[in-house]
């Protein structure tokens, strides 16, 4: 900060062209600077001041500042928080200590140029005068606003990649057909990376105040589906095992919209056809002529692949919608902090 004391304006000529001298902060008054939300504030008070010949003194003392910001969580690990210093003299009027910004304009932006970010980055920094009038006396303060982003990678490979492995896990799951038990580990796998997702984020985030982060709703949201696939699951392996057979008019319709459905013997969908045997089911006495016993594409197993293929889209879309919800949201969040400025 600088100020000017006219009482200490000098000649250089008169003194060996001396224009700048150093004296102890001790020797000159010094304005009662402080910021208002500060929760720790510390300064090395005891740096020399300097004084110019035209009576400008600069003082530049290090600073040790703790303050506090309300954090918005919704978008973590993708966050932009806006964070606001108050500026200003602890006892005096506007009238008795004016404050302007070092460029003195009422709104400028704060120099970053020796900044080095850490853990956040500083996206913008606006400083603006402000004029107060409280108690019939005029107080001047500096409103100095801050958009910080959130820099750690880590967190947001540890947010993510298991919510990506979960998905495709759930989807997954709808390509094997019911009677296998594989479709029941995928699930319970699913499931359970899912939970763990959930306890990890729990060390990650506060415990108290702010708002959820949508992607502890998103996980929240991927462990009931996964809950829900598993009781279809359950549902259709007991579907498929009956030995009678559904009534035409479940089968009629189904065999209209089988084509959209991706209905039919093919591999990956539905089931293997019997033509082919796959080389990890042959033993070393098998001929060529041995089949693995498949269940035939009808019946209940039709019934049980629709329902999958339906399932199937009903969950892209959800997780579809889940994904771009949550990153439109981001850059709305971001553009709706650094706009305010």
């Not at 009038?133 to 820099?151: G, I, M, P, S």
Request: aromatic fraction near 10%.
């Amino acid at each position: 900060m600088n100020w000017k004391d006219t009482r200490l304006k000098w000649i250089p000529e008169n003194y060996e062209n001396v224009s700048v001298v150093h004296l102890g902060p001790d020797k000159v008054w010094k304005p009662d600077i402080m910021v208002y939300n500060s929760l720790q504030h510390f300064d090395y008070e005891m740096t020399d001041v300097g004084l110019v010949s035209s009576g400008l003194i600069w003082w530049v003392p290090p600073v040790n500042l703790h303050t506090s910001c309300e954090l918005d969580w919704t978008y973590w690990p993708w966050d932009y928080q806006k964070c606001r210093l108050l500026v200003g003299s602890w006892t005096k009027t506007g009238w008795e200590l004016d404050i302007t910004t070092i460029s003195g304009a009422n709104i400028s932006n704060v120099d970053r140029d020796n900044f080095v970010p850490g853990a956040w980055d500083i996206v913008s920094g606006i400083q603006q005068r402000i004029e107060i009038t409280a108690y019939k006396d005029n107080f001047v303060e500096l409103q100095v606003d801050f958009v910080l982003q959130r820099r750690s990678f880590l967190d947001k490979k540890v947010a993510v990649l298991p919510l990506l492995v979960s998905c495709c896990l759930i989807l997954s799951a709808f390509w094997i057909h019911p009677s296998s038990t594989a479709r029941l580990r995928l699930n319970l796998a699913a499931v359970g990376v899912l939970v763990i997702t959930l306890l990890a984020h729990r060390s990650f985030l506060p415990s108290a105040g702010g708002q959820m982060p949508m992607i502890v709703a998103m996980t929240t949201g991927l462990v009931v589906l996964a809950v829900v696939q598993l009781a279809v699951i359950l549902s259709l392996a007991n579907l498929v095992s009956r030995t009678d057979s559904p009534s035409m008019r479940f089968l009629a319709p189904l065999q209209m919209i089988s084509p959209f459905l991706c209905l039919g013997n093919l591999p990956l969908i539905g089931q293997v056809p019997a033509s082919i045997v796959p080389p990890w089911s042959r033993g070393a006495d098998d001929t060529e002529n041995l089949q693995p016993d498949l269940p035939k594409l009808q019946g209940w197993n039709l019934i049980a692949q629709a329902v999958d293929r339906l399932m199937f889209i009903v969950y892209t879309v959800i997780v579809f919608f889940f994904l771009v919800s949550y990153i439109g949201a981001a850059s709305a969040n971001f553009n709706a902090k650094t706009g305010n400025n």
